[in-house]
């Protein structure tokens, strides 16, 4: 359940409703124990938990779960995190399927774990829900219907933002992809040799 609350663009416009309001008022919570334990009781000094992944021979996933927010790396290239500035918008789904279909050990877990820094288009949204309904039929969660669809339809909505020339990557020579989210370390405006840093790590996870 903790991973469903990694999502801050989660939102259903026509409730006025984010997936972290609607996960408490359905489902019981971890208790403070639990999430003291796995982010850390304090930020400095931090003593939180590192989820440390092999994704393959080149390339390690990192995610540390800190009090406000988990941080994201491969290797020791930052990704993004889930704070309050958050940074995400960085894989595209191609790129996150990837990386899922090559995973031997807990692909459900892995896939969640990398959703939140994952974009789409309009054009893949089936494709999108159905992996996402399928994920969450793998994972240890009692859904009902209701709860599936709803759910389902909160996480495509961080991936898939409304206005779709947010949601397109740009290939530009000699540097790899970017895209037009601020929020994002391929932000088409930030430097190139920090967008070609960040490009060279997520094709070698792809690998």
Known sequence: MFLLTQFPFAADDETETTLTDYLPEHFDMPPAEWWEELTGATED???????????NETVTFFAEFHIYQTVYFFNDTY??????????SLLTWKELQMIIDKDQTDPSLLFFLLLP????????RPEIEAAIAMRLHEMALELSTD???????FLCSHLIFDEEEKNIFEHIPDV????????????????????????????????
């Open 147 to 153: 709860q599936l669809t709803a759910i389902t339809r």
């Open 45 to 55: 000094p931090w003593n939180g938990y590192t989820y440390v992944h092999r994704l």
């Open 79 to 88: 990704l993004g995190n889930t704070g309050g500035n958050f940074h995400l």
């Open 176 to 207: 790899g992809l970017a895209i037009n989210r601020n929020h994002s370390e391929r932000n088409r405006q930030n430097r190139e040799e920090d967008l070609i840093g960040v490009n060279q790590v997520i094709n070698s996870a792809t690998l």
């Open 117 to 124: 820094l994952a974009v789409g288009s309009q054009s893949e």
